[in-house]
């Protein structure tokens, strides 16, 4: 299975962007980028996905290099509630949604 | 809509002991998952069904049983409790489609003495 490398942790300060890079050199051409999210005692949360372009919901954007060895999931505005740990993770379609789910990124938000 | 629910909340067990967390989805998803997480750990795929009457094993499956008899509900049975399965459980669901997100519940904190 195709793996991501995240950043231990990531520290920014409230109503500023937070860009949390992945790296995926060894994705391949059926692999979606999903990025989900664990607040304190919570379940999971599903943030954005995307195959090859750039993608934006009311959460987060997803910008993916050209090459898609890599990503980076941004929050434009972050919230004390954004502090959570993010997940970056390969998913391929029709997976039946056997995520697998690495050690991710904590975000720290300083008011 | 409750969406993923998970009972109970919190359970604290002496090695060798029984029990069975439950897990129900009232969205109609055809997939249902038990994962579990360690502390400072990502989530590992225990048992995962595709749909009633179907389970298959997942990553970590020693020492838990499945069975999906209803699209609602995909109970997790340990059937002798051990230490090593001190953990947080979580559940999910998703419909079938390709790239449905996950829906999970809040977990279910298993401590083992």
């Known amino acids: 299975d195709a793996k991501t490398t995240q950043p231990n942790s990531m520290e920014s300060n409230e109503e500023e962007p937070v860009h949390l890079p992945c790296n995926h050199s060894?994705?391949?051409?059926?692999?979606?980028i999903h990025w989900y999210r664990q607040l304190p005692s919570q379940g999971p949360e599903y943030v954005i996905h995307?195959?090859?372009s750039n993608v934006n919901n009311r959460m987060a954007s997803l910008a993916i290099a050209e090459d898609r060895k890599s990503s980076t999931l941004i929050l434009h505005r972050a919230t004390l509630r954004d502090a959570a740990v993010y997940y970056c993770?390969?998913?391929?379609?029709?997976?039946?949604?056997?995520?697998?789910f690495g050690a991710g990124t904590q975000v720290v938000v300083t008011p | 809509n409750a969406g993923v629910t998970q009972t109970p909340k919190f359970q604290v067990l002496k090695t060798g002991q029984s029990m069975t967390l439950q897990c129900a989805q009232d969205?109609?998803?055809?997939?249902m998952s038990w994962y579990r997480q360690d502390p400072g750990m990502g989530l590992r795929l225990i048992h995962y069904?595709?749909?009633?009457?179907?389970?298959d094993q997942g990553e970590v499956p020693n020492g838990y049983n499945v069975s999906r008899s209803t699209t609602e509900d995909f109970p997790l049975r340990l059937l002798s409790a051990a230490p090593s399965q001190t953990s947080v459980y979580f559940c999910?669901?998703?419909?079938?489609?390709?790239?449905?997100?996950?829906?999970f519940g809040n977990g279910t904190r298993l401590t083992v003495t």
């Open positions: 999910a669901s998703s419909p079938r489609q390709g790239n449905s997100p996950l829906h």
């Open positions: 060894t994705i391949s051409g059926t692999d979606y």
């Open positions: 995307g195959l090859t």
């Open positions: 993770i390969l998913r391929i379609t029709d997976s039946w949604g056997k995520l697998q």
């Open positions: 969205m109609n998803h055809e997939y």
């Open positions: 069904s595709v749909g009633a009457g179907i389970t």
